[in-house]
């Protein structure tokens, strides 16, 4: 593994990784290498990644997935720059790459033509399809989550609906990151590298997985979320007074109880008919407007109190620009301030995870297109 890199006193620290990605899925990988302490080149064609400009719902995607890199602008297409990236390829651990089918074999950027000459090199391709019948149609996260059953899953009955993020994109980079530390564990054994492949498809239908499994235990396909015979009771979204909105789930007896009380209706505790979850689970709908009508008129504020101090499941329908004032995810270190491209400061969501009770975070400004390309480029043997 290289040595060279800073100091960071993070379990990646001397993995050097170079990254050949756009949009979300192959930088979600290198994303989390870099956080973890790897130092990741990002090579980016003349221009800067087209990923930088894009409009509407994909103007977050490059500050959200590439903090923690090194930025390289090559033109892979011209022979001083294939012959450049080659080289610099081979003083690195781990190649990531999400281009369509064919284009790094046509470049010769494959693991096949790599690993003759660099064997330990650990190479992971972000794909729309692992290798079968579909491996070389086109694939956007949406159109996995419309073959993955997931759109199905999601939406009413005859109306699939795509999940609301990019959800196999960044699941797929988590595979991909999982893949690598795997890979460089077996490297220290074997001393040899690997090909990994990640693909959105496939996440997709791991996303999917349960229901799969229930179908084949049950013989019944399942239903669509919004359709589903739920296995409790109270397990619903209700509307408050000013039209605010609360999740309340009472998936036990003693939770129904307890939710009776907070609500102020002894009556639907003390009923017979609605002693158990079964008993009231052949009554919800009923149920539900019953309860409903009792908080129609409470205050999220105070409602969301009591049931809080009672240990009731509750959540506020929350939308991503709330997020930013949310006062545990800036008390658990979830945000965290960076430096953007253009020089202005912006805060973006740290991984998940805490790491020997530290929070991995933000470690340089966001690169500006082509930063690092004398530093990088200068520890060539033909510099």
């Given at each position: 593994?290289?040595?060279?890199?800073?100091?960071?006193?993070?379990p990646l620290e001397g993995v050097r990784v170079i990254e050949f990605t756009h949009m979300v899925m192959g930088p979600t990988c290198g994303m989390i290498l870099a956080d973890l302490g790897a130092e990741v080149i990002k090579i980016e064609p003349p221009g800067g990644d087209k990923t930088r400009t894009l409009p509407g719902l994909g103007v977050g995607f490059f500050r959200s997935f590439n903090r923690n890199k090194k930025s390289v602008v090559l033109d892979i297409h011209t022979p001083e720059g294939h012959a450049t990236?080659?080289?610099?390829?081979?003083?690195?651990?781990?190649?990531?790459?999400?281009?369509?089918?064919?284009?790094?074999?046509?470049?010769?950027?494959?693991?096949?033509?790599?690993?003759?000459?660099?064997?330990?090199?650990?190479?992971?391709?972000?794909?729309?399809?692992?290798?079968?019948?579909?491996?070389?149609?086109?694939?956007?996260?949406?159109?996995?989550?419309?073959?993955?059953?997931?759109?199905?899953?999601?939406?009413?009955?005859?109306?699939?609906?795509?999940?609301?993020?990019?959800?196999?994109?960044?699941?797929?980079?988590?595979?991909?990151?999982?893949?690598?530390?795997?890979?460089?564990?077996?490297?220290?054994?074997?001393?040899?590298?690997?090909?990994?492949?990640?693909?959105?498809?496939?996440?997709?239908?791991?996303?999917?997985?349960?229901?799969?499994?229930?179908?084949?235990?049950?013989?019944?396909?399942?239903?669509?979320?919004?359709?589903?015979?739920?296995?409790?009771?109270?397990?619903?979204?209700?509307?408050?007074?000013?039209?605010?909105?609360?999740?309340?789930?009472?998936?036990?007896?003693?939770?129904?109880?307890?939710?009776?009380?907070?609500?102020?209706?002894?009556?639907?505790?003390?009923?017979?008919?609605?002693?158990?979850?079964?008993?009231?689970?052949?009554?919800?709908?009923?149920?539900?407007?019953?309860?409903?009508?009792?908080?129609?008129?409470?205050?999220?504020?105070?409602?969301?109190?009591?049931?809080?101090?009672?240990?009731?499941?509750?959540?506020?329908?929350?939308?991503?620009?709330?997020?930013?004032?949310?006062?545990?995810?800036?008390?658990?270190?979830?945000?965290?301030?960076?430096?953007?491209?253009?020089?202005?400061?912006?805060?973006?969501?740290?991984?998940?995870?805490?790491?020997?009770?530290?929070?991995?975070?933000?470690?340089?400004?966001?690169?500006?297109?082509?930063?690092?390309?004398?530093?990088?480029?200068?520890?060539?043997?033909?510099?």
């Amino acid at each position: 593994m290289n040595t060279a890199s800073a100091a960071t006193g993070l379990p990646l620290e001397g993995v050097r990784v170079i990254e050949f990605t756009h949009m979300v899925m192959g930088p979600t990988c290198g994303m989390i290498l870099a956080d973890l302490g790897a130092e990741v080149i990002k090579i980016e064609p003349p221009g800067g990644d087209k990923t930088r400009t894009l409009p509407g719902l994909g103007v977050g995607f490059f500050r959200s997935f590439n903090r923690n890199k090194k930025s390289v602008v090559l033109d892979i297409h011209t022979p001083e720059g294939h012959a450049t990236a080659v080289e610099l390829i081979g003083q690195c651990d781990v190649m990531l790459e999400n281009f369509r089918p064919g284009l790094m074999t046509k470049l010769g950027l494959d693991y096949d033509t790599l690993s003759k000459t660099h064997p330990k090199l650990v190479y992971v391709s972000h794909k729309g399809f692992l290798p079968g019948p579909y491996e070389h149609r086109t694939a956007l996260d949406e159109v996995v989550q419309m073959m993955g059953g997931l759109s199905y899953m999601t939406g009413p009955a005859g109306r699939p609906l795509r999940a609301g993020t990019s959800v196999n994109d960044i699941m797929g980079g988590m595979f991909g990151a999982i893949g690598v530390l795997a890979a460089l564990r077996e490297r220290e054994r074997t001393g040899r590298g690997q090909e990994i492949q990640s693909a959105l498809f496939e996440n997709c239908v791991f996303l999917s997985a349960q229901h799969v499994q229930q179908f084949l235990m049950t013989g019944e396909p399942a239903p669509p979320m919004p359709s589903r015979v739920s296995a409790w009771s109270v397990y619903d979204v209700f509307t408050l007074a000013e039209g605010e909105q609360l999740f309340i789930g009472a998936v036990s007896d003693k939770q129904f109880q307890t939710l009776c009380r907070v609500i102020d209706r002894p009556d639907l505790a003390t009923d017979p008919a609605l002693a158990t979850n079964a008993q009231r689970v052949a009554v919800r709908p009923e149920l539900l407007r019953y309860l409903g009508e009792t908080m129609a008129h409470r205050g999220i504020a105070e409602l969301s109190a009591q049931l809080e101090a009672a240990g009731l499941p509750y959540a506020p329908i929350t939308r991503p620009d709330q997020l930013v004032d949310d006062p545990h995810l800036l008390a658990s270190g979830g945000l965290a301030p960076m430096q953007a491209e253009d020089g202005t400061d912006t805060q973006v969501v740290l991984l998940p995870l805490l790491m020997g009770g530290r929070r991995p975070g933000v470690r340089q400004p966001l690169a500006k297109i082509g930063e690092h390309t004398d530093e990088v480029l200068a520890g060539l043997h033909g510099r």
